[in-house]
């Protein structure tokens, strides 16, 4: 499976199968973290056999179940875009292993033991991975065409392919406060939408940018 195809495979999943994820897997997958920190300057850790996260309270309610691996996705301040951009590259890598994932910024009790979080730094939440009980489901799609604007026409394909697949990528209560647009000189601009509501508009957006590089392909794009 390709990061496109796993763009079109990933739903959100809450409940896991008792299944531990292969070594061979979670070497691949801090490998990918462990760069990304790198690359970013994040502090994002994967968390192994640690059931107490979702074991209780908040991740009942929000109906999350045998969730035992998570990612912490711990940065400094500002880089909360960052973190939604790798985060994404990571859990894309996750679907094209096989496994299944959730974001979830709210609903798990921390484990402090389990990671660090640095003096300067805040941890935003978490994203669940393992073996869903299902694939998820698709979201529902909303018109393309309210979430861009275009200066050149007619709208090159490679814009409407990187559109496409942003309309598919998670978005914090599927609020999907972003939009993009195509300027007279070539280059790209995305930018959050106002929300009063969601405190993971940056984050977001990170995770859109990822979506639409994959798609329109990395060659074709220069952000504003
Ligand atoms: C930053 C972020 C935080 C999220 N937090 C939660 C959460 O606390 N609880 C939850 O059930 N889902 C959470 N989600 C998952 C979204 O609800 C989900 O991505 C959205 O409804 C779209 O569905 P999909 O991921 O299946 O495409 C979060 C998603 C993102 C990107």
Redesign the pocket.
């Known amino acids: 499976m390709t990061l496109q195809e796993a763009i079109v495979a990933?739903?959100?999943v809450?409940q896991y199968k008792q299944q531990p994820i292969e070594a061979d897997k979670v070497e691949q997958l801090r490998a990918a973290i462990d760069e990304a920190n790198r690359t970013a300057g994040l502090h994002m850790q994967l968390v192994t056999d640690e059931p107490e996260a979702f074991a209780k309270g908040l991740a009942k309610y929000?109906?999350?179940s045998g969730i035992s691996n998570y990612i912490v996705l711990v940065c400094r301040k500002g880089l909360d875009e960052q973190l939604?951009y790798h985060g994404e590259r990571v859990v894309l890598l996750a679907q094209t292993l096989g496994l299944n994932s959730?974001?979830?910024?709210?609903?798990f009790s921390r484990q402090p033991d389990h990671y660090t979080v640095g003096a300067d730094e805040q941890l935003h939440?978490v994203i669940a991975l393992g073996y869903g009980l299902t694939q998820?489901?698709?979201?529902p799609v909303r018109p393309t065409e309210k979430y861009y604007r275009s200066a050149v026409q007619p709208v090159p394909e490679w814009f409407l392919r990187g559109m496409e697949a942003a309309m598919?990528a998670?978005?914090?209560?599927?609020m999907q406060k972003f939009e993009f647009e195509l300027l007279a000189d070539g280059r790209v601009a995305a930018r959050t939408r106002f929300s009063l509501v969601n405190s993971?508009l940056k984050?977001?957006l990170g995770?859109v940018k990822c979506h639409f590089e994959l798609g329109a392909g990395q060659e074709n794009i220069r952000w504003a």
């Open positions: 990933r739903h959100s809450r929000g109906k999350f939604g959730c974001w979830v910024g709210l609903t939440g998820g489901v698709q979201h598919l998670p978005t914090a209560m599927h993971y984050i977001d995770i």
